[in-house]
């Protein structure tokens, strides 16, 4: 079967090539002075948004290739604490983790090998194609949410056009 075109089109989605800003525009530039700063009316950090992103993409990673996958606890294993902090080397380690497992995510997605439509051998139906789709959908939900946060906080450069 050729699948070329659906590999292209779910790498696009991972890349946030289409009509979202990718997870690097949205964090260039962070003030490392705001990360852990509560958004308006709201409970969470600039920080935890970020670390929500980078858990629940290697969750779903680790759901597709390990076969002693074991489900996390939602949403204590989703999210950090609410009075959790970041030091400026821990947001680094969240950029750094996020981008390690998308490019993993995209090896995947790029080997022919890789059966797009299998089941995952150990979930309950969910093929491979879905869970990359879940992935793109979540991470441009909530890189969105980011951009927002940004807006609201005024922590985007000056330089910085919408």
């Known amino acids: 079967m050729n699948d070329r075109l659906l590999r292209e089109q779910l790498l696009s989605l991972l890349r946030s ?3 979202h800003m990718s997870f690097d525009e949205a964090v260039a530039d962070f003030p490392m002075d705001q990360i852990n700063t509560r958004i308006p009316n ?3 950090t600039p920080w935890h948004i970020l670390e929500h992103l ?4 290697r969750d779903i990673l680790v759901f597709m ?3 002693a996958y074991k489900e996390p606890s939602w949403p204590d294993d989703y999210w950090p604490a609410k009075d959790a902090t970041a030091t400026p080397a ?3 380690q969240t ?3 996020f981008r390690a497992d998308l490019a993993e995510l995209e090896r995947l997605v790029q080997d022919e090998r890789f059966d797009l439509e299998q089941a995952v ?3 309950s139906g969910q093929t491979h ?3 990359f789709m879940l992935v793109a959908d979540h991470n441009a939900y909530h890189v969105g949410e980011f951009g927002v946060l940004r807006q609201v906080m005024q922590t985007w450069p000056a330089d910085h056009t919408e």
């Open 17 to 19: 090539q289409n009509a």
């Open 42 to 44: 709201g409970s969470y």
């Open 54 to 57: 980078r858990l629940t993409q």
């Open 65 to 67: 290739t390990d076969p």
């Open 90 to 92: 821990e947001w680094e």
């Open 95 to 97: 950029i750094s983790g």
């Open 121 to 123: 051998p150990w979930g």
């Open 129 to 131: 194609v879905r869970e």
